[in-house]
């Protein structure tokens, strides 16, 4: 049985975290960005319209210890707005949100207002022009991960989410990995 292999990628927007998609055709994998051994899989999922660190691995069991929610999984939000640290408070102690047709209050996270954005990231896609007025970026960590949570997040306090990245699962950090570069690593954890 060959060894597992590890991959840290930076996700571009635009792709879905998955290597086959039935419903349409025309959708971008991940596959395309990366010749990837058979049977790698995605560890947990960004949205196509979300962007980031995302871990793929060919072992299973390493698959579930990363997505347990003892792993903090930390996102960097681009918001519609100025956001406030009442709406950073609120977002903090946990808000309501819909899961599956249910209201939800999420889990208690570290919340913070976000000043200078690391290099990785940079200025990226075009969200809009300046006369649809400011945004701001905010910094949400969770052990959780619901459906879109940190969309619904930051729209629950007033703020909807433009841009949405990921930048850390547990102690790995996207760092200055370019979008849609991939690192093989020799393990997650040590």
């Known amino acids: 049985m060959p060894a597992a292999q590890h991959f840290i990628l930076h996700k571009p927007h635009g792709y879905l975290s998955q290597f086959i998609y039935e419903k349409k055709r025309n959708k971008k994998k991940l596959g395309e960005l990366y010749d990837f051994p058979e049977g790698t899989m995605a560890i947990g999922r960004l949205d196509e319209d979300s962007e980031g660190l995302l871990l793929l691995t060919t072992d299973g069991t390493m698959s579930e210890m990363v997505r347990s929610t003892?792993?903090?999984k930390e996102y960097y939000a681009q918001v519609d707005g100025i956001v406030t640290e009442y709406a950073i408070e609120q977002m903090k102690n946990g808000v309501e949100i819909g899961f599956?047709?249910?209201r939800y209050t999420t889990k208690k996270c570290e919340a913070r207002?976000?000043?200078?954005?690391?290099?990785?990231?940079?200025?990226?896609?075009?969200i809009r022009d300046e006369r649809h007025g400011p945004t701001s970026w905010v910094s949400i960590t969770?052990?959780?991960g619901k459906f879109r949570q940190v969309r619904k997040m930051t729209a629950a306090v007033g703020f909807p989410t433009l841009r949405l990245v990921r930048i850390r699962v547990g102690n790995i950090h996207l760092h200055n990995l370019k979008a849609g570069e991939v690192r093989e690593v020799q393990s997650f954890y040590k």
Do not use: C, H, M, Q
């Open 70 to 72: 003892s792993v903090e």
């Open 100 to 102: 599956k047709g249910i």
């Open 113 to 126: 207002i976000i000043s200078k954005l690391p290099e990785a990231i940079g200025e990226g896609r075009r």
């Open 142 to 144: 969770l052990t959780e």
